[in-house]
């Protein structure tokens, strides 16, 4: 995924597309480890954090990754949890607003980081339920990672990249 052809719209369209019935357990343990099978394929090291209701229902924290990573799943996903949106979504329109992303409005740093990588569990009918995030890469791919695995778990073939 290049993020100069990433626009609100084609995340928003993602949005649309990844919701789920139901989330439990198991698909949080199927959506984490499809995305470290993925990352393993990809040849690199990533954190994964997925949670419904802060809860966390998987993590792992594959080599070549620190503690720091599981800051940047803390604050990107606080970030989604307050906003209801993937956070590279809030990232890109930073950018289009001419904002530093990094310093928004209302958004304390030490909590919360406008860069992608964590998604919203929407279970349709109920609404945003918890996040799936990754962290370790630039926050293009940490997104990209994170809408790939989506799209297979959900088995659908027409979301925009």
């Known amino acids: 995924m290049d993020k100069h052809t990433v626009t609100l719209d084609t995340i928003k369209r993602q949005e649309e597309a990844l919701q789920f019935t139901s989330f439990d ?11 470290v099978e993925m990352a393993k394929a990809d040849k690199v090291g990533v954190t994964v954090d997925v949670a419904v209701n802060r809860n966390p229902l998987f993590f792992h924290a594959m080599a070549g990754t620190s503690p720091n990573n599981a800051d940047w799943i803390r604050r990107k996903s606080n970030l989604v949890n307050r906003t209801g949106r993937a956070s590279f979504f809030t990232h890109l329109q930073a950018i289009e607003r001419g904002q530093d ?50 799209t297979w778990y959900l088995k659908v073939d027409d979301v925009p990249l």
């Open 25 to 35: 357990n198991d698909a949080a343990l199927a959506i984490g480890n499809k995305i």
């Open 101 to 150: 992303y990094d310093n928004l409005p209302t958004f304390d740093r030490k909590d919360f980081a406008a860069h992608g990588g964590s998604f919203p569990i929407v279970v349709k009918g109920t609404g945003q339920v918890g996040t799936i995030t990754v962290s370790g890469l630039a926050g293009v791919d940490d997104h990209a990672l994170v809408v790939r695995a989506l």
